[in-house]
């Protein structure tokens, strides 16, 4: 239980140091919009696998993840020099298109709903 509750700090943690890291220290052009949305850290605390959302097109999401996975023996070190742990995590970074589904869902809910108003104006004349 206590190895749980520690992951799940570790993981929030790393989520906040990582999304500070990328807003304030990365220079690297490729590295567009990106946005941590969810860090998940093996139980013996030694792996982090960081979620992004990128936005942009398709070129631009790959160019980010690639900005990224190059960066990450610095972002590792970056953490180790802020955390007070015995082993700094192993980062690695994985796409996530969540926002992207969500906002695809928002859309069609947007339009079923306009397409309903239009029913009703369309059977009340």
Same mark, same amino acid.
């Given at each position: 239980?206590?190895? *749980? #509750? +520690?992951? +799940?700090q570790m993981s &929030?943690?790393? /989520? *906040?140091e990582v999304? #500070?890291?990328?807003?304030n220290e990365i220079k690297d052009p490729r590295i567009g919009f990106a946005s941590i949305t969810k860090?998940?850290?093996s139980g013996? !605390? /030694? %792996?982090? #696998?960081?979620?992004?959302?990128?936005? $942009?097109? =398709? &070129?631009? /999401? #790959? =160019? @980010?993840?690639? $900005? !990224? %996975?190059?960066a990450r023996n610095y972002i590792r070190k970056l953490i180790g020099e802020r955390? @007070?742990?015995?082993?700094?995590p192993k980062v690695i970074? +994985?796409?996530?298109?969540?926002?992207e589904k969500g906002v695809h869902i928002s859309n069609l809910?947007?339009?079923?709903? =306009? =397409?309903d108003e239009k029913r009703k104006e369309d059977s009340e004349e």
């Open positions: 239980m206590a190895n *749980e #509750k +520690r992951v +799940r &929030q943690l790393l /989520k *906040e999304s #500070k890291i990328l807003l860090v998940e850290v013996d !605390l /030694k %792996h982090a #696998k960081v979620m992004v959302s990128v936005i $942009g097109s =398709e &070129q631009e /999401k #790959k =160019e @980010t993840m690639e $900005g !990224l %996975h190059q955390l @007070t742990t015995y082993h700094t970074f +994985r796409y996530d298109n969540s926002i809910i947007d339009d079923v709903i =306009e =397409e």
